[in-house]
């Protein structure tokens, strides 16, 4: 029997996992603990646990980057990925390519946490909110002019305040696309009310 090398165990353990379709493309459900965001590289490293047993994770910079909210311990989450072996320390981990919290949805979460973060920052003291006209002339709306919920606005000013001029600001409201275009609109209707 030849006498081979830690690194080429490693490699062949790597090599292995890889090739084995039941460990890639993987989905598994878990706990996170020990959280770890490196905000200079972008990299986050967890354990993924149940009440059983761990797992090692890592989710590299491109893929952390798409994520919509900010994973913590204890945060139930199902997490898509695959099985390899870090080499240099023999270990095997989970490389994973997205999370998805389990119980509320991504874009709840991820409300809630920007939420918190506002609050922290003191944006929802009273202080900083400006009243409210008793009669306003013109009243802006941020939406898409194909939808049904410009309609709707049509359809309650028309009855409830028939006085009132609508300024409508057409912008994507679903999709990747929209988080920025309803961003872009906002700041359009603040610069046209602004000019008014």
Do not use: W
């Amino acid at each position: 029997m030849p006498v081979i090398t830690v690194t080429q165990i490693n490699k062949y353990i790597g090599f292995s996992l890889k090739g084995d379709k039941n460990l890639q493309g993987i989905m598994v459900r878990g706990e996170i603990s020990n959280f770890v965001h490196h905000y200079k590289s972008g990299h986050m490293y967890f354990n993924l646990k149940d009440s059983e047993s761990s797992i090692k994770a890592v989710m590299f910079a491109s893929a952390a980057s798409r994520l919509k909210f900010e994973p913590e311990d204890g945060m139930s989450v199902i997490v898509s990925g695959s099985i390899s072996v870090y080499e240099r320390d023999g270990v095997y981990q989970l490389y994973v390519n997205d999370i998805l919290p389990e119980g509320a949805g991504k874009a709840g979460l991820a409300l809630e946490q920007l939420k918190k973060k506002l609050a922290a920052a003191g944006l929802f003291e009273t202080a900083h909110k400006r009243p409210l006209p008793a009669m306003p002339l013109k009243i802006g709306a941020v939406t898409s002019l194909n939808g049904a919920a410009i309609r709707d606005i049509i359809n309650v000013l028309s009855r409830r305040y028939p006085i009132g001029e609508l300024v409508a600001v057409n912008v994507i409201v679903q999709g990747d696309e929209a988080p920025d275009s309803i961003c872009q609109g906002i700041l359009k209707a603040e610069c046209q009310a602004a000019t008014l």
